[in-house]
């Protein structure tokens, strides 16, 4: 089993639509959740991190943590045509200081 | 915007070529990293250094070498290119004293094509 699961989609929805990406993962010392936003031909740049359960909100984003499932989301309001890219999840925790990412969704916002 | 930078944006060359990519980074960090990302692939790390002087493998297996003489300076160094080397590699940095957020700048990336 991989220590993090994210359906590598494409997931096509229309502009203004709510949208909602998930990773799950196995290694219960995670404590720091990321979200990485990913442009074609571009390097991620980091969009939300949130440390332990809980909710974080930054504008149209929101990012939840469930470490009781294991299960983190990350929510887009009003989803605009810029926001087409591919998410990454990511999370590290515990003795080891690495990142590990998701493999990423693909994320098409139709006008 | 992250000021890093990385060079060549692409990259297509001859088996057997020797090649290095370079990878500069002008906000002070101490931490940089190399990872390799195929279509469809998870991220992965193939090299770090948490500063001058210091490097270490990453999680996958890499045929690849790196050096750290420089803060501001990660390149990475291919001996012998494959087309199994054929990937896209991105380099990335991290301030050390905020290692619990451990926020990572990435560059745009060097798409590398072995022939």
């Known amino acids: 089993q991989k220590e993090v699961e994210q359906d590598p989609g494409p997931l096509s929805v229309p502009e203004g639509a709510i949208v909602s990406l998930n990773c799950t993962y196995s290694?219960?010392?995670?404590?720091?959740f990321m979200w990485y936003r990913q442009y074609s031909r571009k390097g991620p740049e980091l969009l939300m991190y949130t440390y332990s359960s809980g909710n974080k909100e930054d504008g149209r984003f929101t990012a939840q943590v469930d470490k009781s499932s294991k299960y983190i989301s990350l929510f887009i309001r009003d989803s605009q045509p810029s926001d087409s890219a591919t998410y990454l999840c990511?999370?590290?925790?515990?003795?080891?200081?690495?990142?590990?990412f998701g493999k990423g969704t693909r994320l098409h916002i139709l006008p | 915007e992250a000021d890093i930078y990385q060079t060549p944006r692409y990259l297509v060359i001859g088996t057997g070529k020797k090649i290095t990519l370079e990878c500069s980074q002008t906000?002070?960090?101490?931490?940089m990293y190399w990872y390799q990302q195929d279509p469809g692939m998870e991220l992965h790390l193939i090299h770090y250094?948490?500063?001058?002087?210091?490097?270490e493998k990453g999680d996958l297996s890499s045929e690849s070498t790196v050096s750290r003489i420089r803060t501001e300076h990660f390149p990475l160094t291919l001996e012998s290119a494959r087309p199994s080397h054929t990937s896209q590699y991105l380099c990335a940095s991290s301030d050390r004293l905020k290692a619990y957020t451990d926020t990572q700048y990435f560059g745009p990336g060097t798409r590398l094509t072995v022939l």
């Open positions: 290694n219960s010392a995670f404590q720091y």
């Open positions: 906000m002070g960090h101490d931490k």
């Open positions: 990511a999370m590290k925790g515990g003795r080891d200081d690495k990142i590990i």
């Open positions: 250094s948490y500063g001058v002087n210091s490097t």
